[in-house]
């Protein structure tokens, strides 16, 4: 099963932007569809954006679109979330997620292995 390990996570005043990214451990990272997801205290685990295991095909969620912009490149073995004009209520711990489907996996059942989390945290 792929190994994955997220980075980039952080402290950063409202209004700034962070870039998080997710390293695979096997080099067939194209196989899997990827996802971002997020899950705040006493809160579910929600998908954040998703994109396609060729990238041709995403995912957003409401409160990040035109904020938020999910890549991959697959000769890297890389995932990344480019985040901008970060809010306070982006706080959470964002977790990398691999699936088997084709599609962008929008929901915590379509995902087939996880990253350990990064700590995002936006201070007003």
């Known amino acids: 099963q792929v190994q994955l390990v997220e980075s980039g996570g952080g402290l950063v005043q409202a209004g700034g932007s962070l870039r998080l990214s997710c390293a695979a451990s096997?080099?067939?990272?194209?196989?899997?569809?990827m996802g971002w997801f997020r899950q705040a205290p006493g809160k579910e685990r929600d998908v954040v954006a998703a994109?396609?295991?060729?990238?041709?095909?995403?995912y957003y969620a409401d409160s990040v679109k035109g904020r938020f912009t999910i890549s991959r490149d697959n000769a890297k073995n890389t995932l990344y979330l480019q985040m901008n004009s970060l809010k306070p209520e982006d706080t959470a711990v964002y977790y990398c997620?691999?699936?088997?489907?084709?599609?962008?996996?929008?929901?915590?059942?379509?995902?087939?292995?996880w990253g350990q989390g990064t700590q995002v945290t936006v201070s007003s």
């Open positions: 997620a691999a699936s088997q489907r084709q599609s962008p996996p929008t929901n915590v059942n379509y995902v087939d292995a």
């Open positions: 096997e080099r067939t990272l194209s196989n899997y569809a």
């Open positions: 994109i396609s295991w060729i990238g041709a095909s995403t």
